[in-house]
């Protein structure tokens, strides 16, 4: 029987919580997200009537879409309960319009799933915000023209498959200019002057020089002076000082001190506050705002004098420093500050108490301090040495949370042992160490999140997606890089002995950065050079502000789209008449001494290769892949003939020879006609014999521990690889079917995967043909569709896939056979030589 309300809301999470808190009356159902959005395929854009979208169901919301449409018509009232943004209004806007709802259909927003919230939330029902809709559907339209004049252009200057985007080709351009800003850095070392004494009781003072030498031999001469030198306290100020804690959190800062404290990436951490947001845990994860309600500002007090006395509570305020926040009204918080810990997992759990943490500390005392500063006069010379210490007289919020930086390498100060002015401190040990100044670090996820948001660009929904689509699309790559070792000299003066030594430090060493790719530094400089627009950091950031706007009703969505469009169409045509070799995707890094060939790195097909030699000399040339470390514009000569050193001997083994190399899944040994792949510690241009048979007999044992059986003469082995569990035979790999156990699998489940796999094969293809190899009818997951080289066309209804004929499947495509077929003879006459 159906029920007198359907209520609509885009998650089932959320959807499960909220019925909870509604009566009989009610009930609740999912979109699943959006139902309607822009077709993958074409502009879908009207740009002569309006810049007027096309949006269509996508497939597989057919479903979601009838079940819901039956509901509201069966239902007497139809609530809307998507989430209270711009994306959420959009999603409720679409529901609408699909389902044929009236005008006057109730929307309902709260910004926590509580019963009060909830139930408050029913009772003042709005209509939809036509004006945040159409801010959500600018954005929308704006990054589908840019995408699709901009990408093409790309393909015929650069690379076939790349893609622009509006904040995406911002935040490369970041991460870009800083990685040079790295590369120009000339380090200069300079000497820091640090001195300990020892006092009684054992205890020991550590003062320090307030200045650094620039010389090695301004270091040397003012310990010298120091040879003999009496040392005492001249003056001693204590002052006391205060720490405040941080305001709640916002999206971005919860996604910078996730990514500091716990290690979570932005989109993780997106994903675990979703989850505690539709369990009813946390108020809404997307907002821009640091305030607290009134309601919450109550229980937060309650629950600190409760748990931690009264003095510990200081009631605040925040103001939002951005004044175009506009995804919600509220900080992150717990729905219950009574409430320390909460989530179904451990990371959800982790990420629940950092923002119970941070909104219970917002709302306490300030921590009482106290600074002392130590002067210390020198007998011999007028530089003073400095002593500083830090003692907690009332911890206040450090009882329950300290933010973290960026850069955390300033040491926490101690509390410094009794003194007093006129005493005479016996010196242990003075030392002059080399110290190097550092280039700017490198981006954390977290800290690019900071540096958008300071400069305006984005806003709170669109940060995880801008750095997974950035990774994704291989012009960033997010990973840890090992450290160089340098020497660093050390002047040491003891019992007035003055002694030298060198030492050794690892310097540079990376964890969980940012680095731009090659095709990425291409890709930038391209935009830079011929859009400067689309990438220029005050631009972006302005169209936001334009957003923002159209969300206020302040302007209409149709004309920013229009000022926008003129000027930049206008620069997609310009752009034809740019030569590609103007692109800087290749360059000449010299002779090789040793066989008198040039060397060169360039981009191909699979990538940034070195090449050593001409295809005009008699002798074919030599590629080899860039190291992911190694950039086209900064890779020195002698760093690419390092490259051709591969394929390389690097002894026998059972009267075989082990060759290693580097293929398109990284290094590997070559052994009997098989492939192992080399660990991730495992350089393959110093691995040696040892090493290379100690990896094989390690995979030859992992494979015998994993065999279950031999069919048709081969053995099965099962593992667990990239794309899930597995089982192996003949060299070819076969997934295992959700539900299936890995370690109970059985030679008979192993074969029938295998069998069903060949089967499936074969039945895929439909029909092929000779005269074109690229043009295939195939049978696919939602029934017979054509490919076309890497593109799926679909096949209309009524027509029967295995009567099509070439000329028709191209026709359907959207070409003509006489075009792909000079297009497959210019494709081939430009191919780049095989590595």
Known sequence: MAKKNLVIVESPAKAKTIEGYLGADFQVKSSYGHVRDLPDKGLAIDIKNGFLPTYEVSPEKIKVVNELRQLAKSSQEVWLATDDDREGEAISWHLKETLGLPDTTKRIVFREITKTAIQKAIQSPRTINQDLVNAQQARRVLDRLIGFELSPVLWEKVKRGLSAGRVQSVAVRLVVERERSIDQHQSKSSFKVVAQFLLDGNKVLQAELPKNFETEAQARAFLEKCK???FSIRNLETKPAKKSPAPPFTTSTLQQEASRKLGFSVAATMQYAQKLYEAGKISYMRTDSTNLSEEALAKSKASIIEQFGEKYSQQRRYKTKNDSAQEAHEAIRPTDFSVPSAGETRQEQRLYELIWKRGIASQMADAQLERTTATIGISTTSEELIAQGEVIKFDGFLKVYLESKDDEDEESKGMLPPLSIGQILNLDVLKATERF?????????ASLVKELEERG?????????????IIKREYVVKEDRPGKERNFKELTLKNDELTEKTGKETYGTEKAKLFPTTIGMIVNDFLVDNFDNVVDFKFTADMEEEFDKIAEGQIEWQRMIDNFYKNFHQTIEQSSSAERSSVKSARELGIDPKTGRMVSVRLGKYGPFAQLGDSKEEQKPQYAPLPKDKLLESITLEEAIELFKLPRTVGELEGKELLVNIGKLGPYIKFDEKYYNLSEGDDPYTIDEERAIQVIQEKRAAEASDAIGEFEGQPISKGKGRFGPYVKHDGKF???????????????????IIQNKRTAEANKIIK???????VKVLNGQYGPYIQIGKRNVKIPKGTEPASLTLEQCLELGGESPAAATEEKKTTRKKAAPKK
């Open 457 to 469: 660009i984005g806003r709170p929904s669109t940060y995880a997606p801008t750095i997974s689509t």
């Open 437 to 445: 100044s550092r280039p700017p670090a490198r981006f954390t996820e």
């Open 228 to 230: 003999g030198a009496t």
């Open 768 to 774: 092929e043909f000779p005269e074109n190899t690229t």
């Open 734 to 752: 076969y997934s295992l079917p959700r539900g299936m156990n890995l370690d109970t699998i059985t030679l008979a489940e192993a074969i029938q």
